[in-house]
């Protein structure tokens, strides 16, 4: 076959291979399989026998990465052989025999019985030119054994893939992260302003999770749920003390004012476009409807009221009743799920309720795991 054709027949194969590994990395939403998917495409460039994508913790002075679906991560100290060079130096190496090089760490070979001959390894930046990576590919699958110039090119179209493909990846989430922050610490605002400390909110959000999951929503959905969950009373801090800190009951007045504090809630969250948000929203307006029509803001009916609104009733009555508040003592678990049956099909969603009963085990674990008082 003419070289020409050849040439092309390659370059082919390498688009085929790019555009693949592309549209799989690019859309991933778990780090460890990014990892993964990287280091294949980097065996797939460069016709290695392993390849792996090495990250750099610079804080803890280490390289980590993942040997494979279900392998737990693999940690090595930073300054630790071929790949630690490259990452502390910036240098790409390629290396006919990693044996007569002084650099190389035989530890892992030693462990698993493996034998590294050629290696080649070609650190990874971010945006600010900082290493934040290495890819180190092994024993290349071809006669001679040795990797070429052209595979070290190939290699670094790889990485930098992999340092933007990462990079973005590690930002999107610390954004993601940070916004879960936010609004639990702003659900926590909320609860300490009526004095119900400790970890009501996260209770709620947990039994929320939890009973989401067992009614069939989505896991993706009910995580979103979960994370705008501690949200549901924020609108309590336009509430007067009076009235929030009343020990007896509340007048007739102050009650239509307490009320309020749903549609403050909702207020403060509809016009954002932030998906998180706008479930916060939901939950804010909708967590003190009834199933048969008496509850508020609108006295919504049966399905009519959100199911975010329906399953937050539920884990905000359950996790209330067994706490001790400003106007009542805790209740004693039976007393509380002998209250929740009766409402079934009043105050709460049958269906829910069943759920909730059914698997009532699960939910004491999750109230066990989170005792006010404990600092977990
Ligand atoms: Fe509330
Ligand atoms: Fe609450």
Known sequence: ??????????????????????????????????????????????????????????????????????VQKITIPDDSGLVGYTVRTGKELNIEDAYCDSRFNRTIDEETGYRTDSVLCIPFHNAEGSIIGAFQAINK???????????????????????????????????????KEIITTMGEIGESRSQETGFH???VAKYSYLLACLSGIP???????????????????????????????????????????TTIGHNVFKKSKRELLQIASIIANEHHERWDGN???KGKKGEDIHIYGR??????????????????????????????????????????????????????????????????
């Open 201 to 203: 909110v996260k209770r």
């Open 219 to 261: 896991e993706s959905e009910a995580l979103k749920f979960k994370y705008a969950s501690p949200m549901h009373d924020i609108g309590k801090v336009a509430i007067p003390d009076s009235i929030l800190l009343k020990p007896g009951k509340l007048t007739e007045d102050e009650f239509v004012l307490m009320k309020q504090h």
């Open 1 to 70: 076959m003419p070289t020409s054709k050849i040439a092309r027949l390659e370059s082919d194969r390498l688009l085929a291979v790019i555009f693949e590994y592309m549209t799989k990395i690019t859309v991933e939403t778990d780090i460890e399989k990014m990892v993964m998917n990287l280091a294949d495409l980097g065996k797939e460039l460069v016709s290695a026998d392993r390849c792996t994508v090495w990250l750099h913790e610079q804080s803890e002075k280490l390289l980590w990465t993942v040997g494979g679906h279900g």
């Open 295 to 297: 509850g508020y803001p």
């Open 311 to 376: 399953i937050t009733a539920v884990a905000d009555v359950f996790d209330a009743l067994g706490s001790d508040r400003v106007y009542k003592k805790a209740w004693p678990l039976e007393k509380i799920t002998t209250y929740m049956a009766e409402e079934r099909g009043k105050q709460f969603d049958p269906r829910l309720v069943d759920l909730f009963l059914d698997n009532l085990d699960q939910f004491i674990a999750i109230r066990d795991e989170f005792i006010d008082g404990s600092d977990v």
């Open 141 to 179: 699958l071809t006669e001679t054994k040795i990797f070429t110039d052209h595979d070290l090119e190939l290699l670094k179209i790889a990485s930098n893939f992999a340092g933007k493909s990462l990079e973005a990846f590690i930002l999107r989430n610390e954004l993601v992260e940070t916004q």
